[in-house]
């Protein structure tokens, strides 16, 4: 009886062991939860050398190149009678640019050089006949032509320069107005400057650089210029010309200068 009640027991313990098993495979318990993550993708790529290039951003304006500005002007006293152009305008050679008149100091000056061609040249017919009739030296006929081509000369050059001939003055080359140094009823001097022209394939840029910056901006320097004022404008590859050695007192910058290729059509800085 004891026996039995023996092998009872242990099959109920058997059963309740099995049990919990299978529970426990049921629901998983005691097992370690496995996450799979991404598996990472591996790129191999041959090493190489190459420069390691630093861009730096800077602005600056357009302007003319050294010593290509043209300045109109007249080597007599005028006054402006209309200025026919505008700062920026864009003018082809030959157009007008002012129309003048002279002042009334160079209207007697020329009045007096062609009165004194003309007596210059009565003078020299005069002399001329005394000179075939006997009457006058060699000395005195050289005299009269002397005096008689010194005021010839006065005269033409005073013509050549536009006295008494087109009362306007025309752009003796294309390009753009960079300044308009006279204003309408203004008496201009002798050799006053009237309007500066820069041609268009005589620009290039003038930059402001930080002075920590200089590095990347060492003379023929490879450098994109973009205007800002025309975003759609196409990017134009230039040169770095010159870094000039001083600080601008009142930007802190150190000016650089960039050549452009030919046919760069960029806005002047007025």
Do not use: C
């Amino acid at each position: 009886m004891k026996k039995k009640q023996i092998i009872i027991g242990s099959l109920a313990i058997v059963l309740i062991i099995g049990g919990l098993v299978w529970v426990a495979q049921r629901f998983g318990i005691g097992k370690e939860e496995t996450k799979t993550g991404p598996v990472p993708q591996v790129q191999v790529a041959k090493v190489e050398r190459k420069s390691i290039i630093e861009k730096v951003i800077v602005y600056g304006s357009v302007v003319a190149q050294p010593g290509k500005t043209h300045s109109v002007s007249i080597a007599f006293e005028t006054r402006v009678r209309h200025v026919l152009v505008a700062p920026g305008q864009f003018v082809k050679e030959n157009d007008p640019l002012i129309e003048i008149e002279l002042s009334p100091a160079a209207q007697v000056q020329f009045q007096q050089a062609k009165n004194a061609a003309e007596a210059a040249q009565k003078e020299l017919k005069q002399t001329q006949e005394r000179f075939n009739l006997k009457l006058a030296t060699n000395q005195e006929l050289s005299a009269a032509e002397k005096t008689a081509r010194d005021a010839e000369a006065q005269l033409t050059a005073l013509q050549r320069a536009g006295a008494g001939g087109d009362k306007r003055i025309h752009s003796d080359i294309s390009g753009v107005i960079a300044k308009v140094d006279a204003q309408d009823g203004q008496i201009v001097p002798a050799g006053g400057p009237l309007v500066e022209i820069v041609a268009e394939n005589e620009i290039e840029v003038k930059l402001g650089v930080e002075a920590e910056d200089l590095s990347a901006a060492q003379e023929g320097a490879p450098i994109t210029v973009v205007a800002v004022n025309d975003p759609t404008a196409a990017k134009v590859q230039g040169t770095v010309r010159l870094v000039t050695r001083r600080i601008d007192p009142t930007t802190r910058l150190v000016d650089v200068y960039v050549a452009l290729p030919e046919a760069t059509k960029l806005l002047l800085d007025g």
